[in-house]
Each structure stands twice: as C-alpha cells, then as structure tokens.
C-alpha cells in the first residue's frame, strides 16, 4: 500500500507556522505592489509560493524534505494549482473578525477585498468567458497584475503554475530517497506528463460527466498527459446507485483509476452499495490481471509519448467513421473498451472496426466484423465489454487484492489470431522493472524486456520470445505458466515441443492442451456450417517458463494450410 496525501500551494499567513516564516524569510511569495500577494484557500489567507524563483524551489525541497521526515509519504496529490482562489481582487487580512471562522463552508471569501481593474493588464481588450460567466480575467486566481520573479507578470505565466510546481515537486521527492516520484496534479501544462499524472478535477456525479470523461481522458492522452483518469462516481454531488455502478466499469480501465467524492458529499466508496460492490470487483479484477499490458503501455507511452488510452482512430487509421468517435476507447492497440453510458440500459451498440474481436472476459465468444458497423450486445448491470483485438499477444497475471501481490503471480500470454486463420501472425510485448527506480528504461540492470512472436502457418502453431536483459526478470522468479491461443482452426494438437535457450524440454508430461469451440455473435454463414474443422480457443497449462529465458513452443493443429 501507498499513502499519498494532498496539499495545497497557498502558505497559511501564520507568524506561527515555520513553512510561512521560512517563506517570508526567503522571499519566496508572488507580489502585488511589493508585498506578497494575499489570497483565501483552505486555510484562510494565503500567500502563493513563485516557483518560477529558483529560491522557491529550493524553498519547497526542504519544505517537503522536513515533512516527511515527520510523515513518510509515498507521493503527493497537488490540488488547487490553477492556482484557485477563493477571492476576487486585492485582499487583506480583517483585522476586526476571524476569517474563515469555521461556521460556514471553507469557499466563502471572508478577506476585505476591492476590485482590480486599473491596469490593462487586470482589464484587457480580449476578454474571456469563465464557464459562461463575464468576469474579470482574474476571477478566482491571483490578478494578472501581479508578479512572479524577475517582474514576469502573472499575465504572462498564470497557465504555467501548476506547471512549475509540478516540475518543483518532482525534483523534491526525487531528492528524498531517489525513488521514482508520484505526484497528482489538477493543474498541467504542455510537459506535464513527463513529472505527473493528472486527474480532470471537479467533475459531477451525472450520466452527461461519466460520458464526458471519456473524451477528456483522450485529449488528455493526445497532450502528453497518458496518466490520467476522472473521479470514478464523481466528485459532486451523490451519485446514484446505478451510476456508481457503470462508472467503476468504465473507471477500471482509465489508466488512472481512483474513487473520490467532495468532503460535503454522502459516502461513496465502492462497498457502499452491494451491486456496486460486484461491479468493482468484475472491472476491477480484471485491470488486476491486466496490469502487465497497462505497465507496459506506461513504459510506450514514456519512450514515444503514445497515450494509453487513445481513440480507435489511432489505430484504424483509414476508418472515417470512428474519427468522431468517443464512447469507446482503445487500451494500447489491442484492446477496446465498450462502456454503458446512459440510465436504465443493459444492451449497448458498439462499433466494431473490421477484423475479429475478443471479449476478454469470456475469450470463446467471438465477434468477426467484415467493415466498420454496430452491433448491440448485452450490458446487464454488472458487465463491461472489453474485447481484444486480432493479430495481438496481451500478458497478463491472476491479479490479487493490492497491485504487488498481484505482479507477483505467474503470466498468462494471451494470443490472438483472425478467427479460424490458417496464416497469420501476432505479436506483443513486456517491460518489468523495479518500479521504484526514478526512470523507465532497458540497460539499467533492474529491467527486462520481452518481444512475443506467434505464428500459424502450414497446419502448426509456433510461439516464441526473445529476451532484453534477462538478469532481473530470472532474478525475481517469474514465470509464464499459461498461454491462451484464441482462433484457431481445428479439432486437437499433436507433436507438442518447447524449446527454452536453445535446448530441447523433454519433459513435458506436466504440460495439458486443451481446446474449446468459440461462440459466434451472429449464425454461422453456411460456408462455416459446412466446415468440419472447428474455430477453437487452445488453452496450454502447466508449463513453467522463465519469463527471462528465451523460448519457442510448436503444435500441430492439423490446419488446413
């Protein structure tokens, strides 16, 4: 388990509170006027670090070195970074009350303020519309007057904040134990994702925000920003039941995944509702044994900047019709996810791009789909539909309760051919790491890398790996003891071999085949009635294969070449 806590930028103004005297002492603070600038968070009144001030962010390392020194925390979830204000305006301290005085909400601005508009800078030419409503372009932030270090106007770096505090944090939690930081942030910037993930803030327990957050996930992704997901249930106000229900589904599968609710709101949590409950567990399970495939989606998505979610576009490049797409998504190239995304709906119509579509909760069901087109599938309350994609090898594991028992448990390969091929190829990969060096990378010597290979071809089934630095995946034990091989033509398997690092297995008695009839979507077409040779889902257990180890598995299925 991992403990992040949240903080805010603003520095409560306290005479009293060591971060805000070592704060003043060191000039760290955005100024109006020559003093620093005073705002209202939660706290009260504020002052906001500069981390454009190289003090600043010496400043806020040892801020953050001396805090975990008292609470040893795992990351940190940076909110409030646009930067927000609860106030308007130039403000002062009350001298005549307490502010806030804790009988009302926390957002009500109880500082003395007066409007900002003298500068052409606090009242330009261009306006903006602020979520629909005309106001000053500094409503509810620092006034764009004011000034960072070396007199660069807020005007000029307001979209920069979350930003630089972003890069700050980074370099703080870098400096505590050398581990690879976590850090959430509300607030981001073009290169963001390179130091954070990111959540899409304040959003609304309602069928119109859970249909939204799949578009914003995918911009998201589009802007370099791959470790991104919504508040699962939503942040305000009480979702209902079947909400909750059909947002785990589709939340399980954001590449940040995490329940949260406003303070002020009833509780949510997942167990809070027994039919929410055997959603959770449905998705949720399966991103457990999905994990391997979303890791290495991470490291992609750190050595090429691919998001790991993306539009079907991506992939299906000359596929007019999904270019508008955005109530389904794709996990990496392979796998699609099919959400149910409005009340009172157990059947859902889902686009399929041309080519043969898995459901990875039931790989025998099948669905071929010659062109672009929609089908409706069923949807009851507790399903999702994810289907894997032709031509792909996924791993996967058996999952487990937190994320470290789960990558701990042996590998399933999962293998996916056109339905009934008689040729044809697939191809995936994995990267394992230790997940706490600060950087993604082969060649460190706690890394390991692996291309699969599958081929059918002349009536036999090959499949094979090649290794990159196999020292630290030999080192921590894991083991392949599964592969699944999905469309398949035939009706058994004979002449079994594996070859690992160059030399024949022997023995082989442990090792069972087994094979199972896929189901059709649709009524067979009459040519596929008449075949005697079987569409199958080969199942091959029992084989103890290093995942560091190179080697190479062969069958005959008796496929008609």
């Not at 706690?446 to 995946?473: C, I, L, P, R």
């Not at 009839?517 to 569409?535: A, I, R």
Request: glycine share 8%; hydrophobic share 40%.
């Amino acid at each position: 388990m991992k403990y992040i806590v949240i903080i805010d930028p603003g520095i409560g103004i306290n005479t009293s509170y060591g971060v805000y005297q070592r704060g003043l002492a060191n000039d760290v603070f955005i100024k109006y006027e020559g003093k620093p600038f005073v705002a209202q968070v939660w706290p009260g009144a504020v002052n906001f670090p500069d981390f454009l001030n190289p003090k600043t962010v010496d400043w806020w390392g040892d801020e953050i070195h001396r805090f975990h020194q008292l609470v040893p925390v795992d990351g940190l979830w940076i909110d409030m970074n646009e930067v927000s204000n609860f106030c308007d305006g130039l403000c002062s301290v009350p001298e005549d009350r307490i502010c806030p005085n804790g009988t009302g909400p926390g957002w009500v601005c109880c500082l003395d303020c007066k409007n900002m508009t003298k500068t052409r800078w606090d009242d330009p030419p261009y306006k903006i519309n602020a979520s629909g409503t005309q106001v000053p372009i500094g409503y509810k932030t620092i006034p764009t007057s004011a000034y960072h270090y070396n007199g660069v106007l807020e005007y000029n770096a307001h979209s920069l904040y979350g930003f630089s505090q972003t890069i700050a944090t980074h370099k703080a939690l870098l400096g505590l134990e050398g581990k690879r930081p976590f850090i959430l942030s509300r607030s981001t910037f073009v290169g963001s994702g390179h130091y954070a993930a990111h959540w899409t803030g304040d959003n609304k327990g309602t069928w119109d925000d859970l249909r939204y957050s799949i578009s914003t996930m995918l911009n998201f992704g589009i802007f370099g920003v791959p470790m991104v997901g919504s508040d699962i249930c939503g942040f305000y106000p009480a979702p209902t039941e079947e909400l909750c229900n059909r947002w785990i589904e589709l939340g399980a599968f954001y590449p940040f995944s995490r329940d949260h609710a406003n303070f002020y709101s009833p509780r949510q949590e997942l167990y809070q509702w027994k039919s929410v409950a055997i959603s959770a567990r449905n998705a949720l399970g399966m991103r457990y044994k999905l994990l391997p495939y979303f890791y290495t989606l991470s490291y992609e998505a750190h050595m090429t900047g691919a998001p790991i979610a993306r539009p079907l576009f991506f992939t299906f490049t000359n596929e007019t019709r999904l270019y508008g797409l955005s109530t389904q998504f794709l996990l990496g190239t392979s796998l699609m996810v099919s959400p149910v995304l409005e009340k009172a709906k157990t059947k859902i119509h889902i686009l399929f791009p041309p080519g043969t579509w898995y459901n990875i909760f039931d790989m025998t069901k099948v669905i071929v789909s010659k062109e672009s087109h929609y089908r409706m599938l069923d949807a009851p309350l507790h399903v999702i539909n994810v289907h894997l994609y032709q031509n792909a090898i996924i791993p996967m594991q058996r999952g487990g309760l937190i994320t470290k028992e789960a990558r701990a448990t042996p590998f399933t390969l999962v293998i996916s051919f056109p339905l009934g091929s008689t040729s044809g190829e697939a191809r995936g990969n994995l990267f394992l790491d230790d997940d706490e060096l600060p950087e993604m990378r082969i060649g460190n010597g706690y890394s390991t890398y692996v291309n699969f290979h599958a081929v059918v071809s002349q009536g036999a089934v090959k499949v094979w790996s090649d290794v990159q630095e196999s020292k630290f995946a030999l080192e921590k034990g894991w083991i392949v003891d599964k592969v699944i091989v999905l469309g398949l033509k035939g009706s058994g398997s004979s002449a079994f071999e594996i070859e690992v690092d160059g030399h024949v297995v022997e023995h082989t008695s442990k090792v069972e085949i087994s094979s199972i009839e896929h189901q059709y979507f649709e009524e067979k077409l009459e040519e596929e009635k008449s075949d005697k040779m079987k569409n199958v889902m080969v199942e091959v257990k029992g084989l103890d294969l290093h995942v560091g180890k190179k080697f190479i598995m062969s069958w005959n299925m008796g496929i008609k070449a």
